[in-house]
T-cell receptor
Framework: QKEVEQNSGPLSVPEGAIASLNCTYSDRGSQSFFWYRQYSGKSPELIMSIYSNGDKEDGRFTAQLNKASQYVSLLIRDSQPSDSATYLCAGAYNTDKLIFGTGTRLQVFP | ETGVTQTPRHLVMGMTNKKSLKCEQHLGHNAMYWYKQSAKKPLELMFVYNFKEQTENNSVPSRFSPECPNSSHLFLHLHTLQPEDSALYLC????????????FGQGTRLTVV
């Protein structure tokens, strides 16, 4: 059974702080990882993709992948109240199957 | 116009009804997906179509019947559903050669009464 695990939260951080979201996966065969943001009542929105070990930065977001530890993380710098949402981690198996975690709810308070 | 469009946005149906959900993508993708999202559960992959061919049926009950007439359109036909089938149904699309970066439609909120 391929699984992606996340802490459901909520993770509460003050405005301006760094939010750190974590994800582990069970299958070493997974090749690609994604972070989606989902606002309440809305559909998931792709915010980051990462395919190789190390860090990938895009604006205030940094994704980190460690395949040896089967660990993926997302850092959000200078967190804003508008970042409050559920963040879904997903791993890709083969090229056409995404497995999602349950998501971590992030709350950024002013 | 959004890349992946789903209709209807909301649907209430009785257990004896037959209805269909529609999804259309304007991104030139060749893979389309149906996901189910229930409260407190991960997104559940239901069906995958690549180049109109079904490549995944994730043990979905036969009361859900997908149809993919071409790479841009995907349907989910519903009949004799149960109240526990009430959920958000999400369509997504991707290009198989882009490491499965999937883009979602707005979803259909389904309530079975």
């Amino acid at each position: 059974q391929k699984e992606v695990e996340q802490n459901s939260g909520p993770l509460s951080v003050p405005e301006g702080a760094i939010a750190s979201l974590n994800c582990t996966y069970s299958d070493r065969g997974s090749q690609s990882f994604f972070w989606y943001r989902q606002y309440s009542g809305k559909s998931p929105e792709l915010i980051m993709s990462i395919y190789s070990n190390g860090d990938k930065e895009d604006g205030r977001f940094t994704a980190q992948l460690n395949k040896a530890s089967q660990y993926v993380s997302l850092l959000i710098r200078d967190s804003q109240p508008s970042d409050s949402a559920t963040y879904l981690c997903a791993g890709a198996y083969n090229t056409d199957k995404l497995i999602f975690g349950t998501g971590t709810r992030l709350q950024v308070f002013p | 116009e959004t890349g992946v469009t789903q209709t209807p946005r909301h649907l209430v149906m009785g257990m004896t009804n037959k209805k269909s959900l529609k999804c259309e993508q304007h991104l030139g993708h060749n893979a389309m997906y149906w996901y189910k999202q229930s409260a407190k559960k991960p997104l559940e992959l239901m069906f995958v179509y690549n180049f109109k061919e079904q490549t995944e049926n994730n043990s979905v009950p036969s009361r859900f019947s997908p149809e993919c007439p071409n790479s841009s359109h995907l349907f989910l036909h519903l009949h004799t559903l149960q109240p526990e089938d009430s959920a958000l149904y999400l369509c997504a699309s991707s290009r198989r050669d882009r490491n499965t970066e999937a883009f979602f439609g707005q979803g259909t909120r389904l309530t079975v009464v």
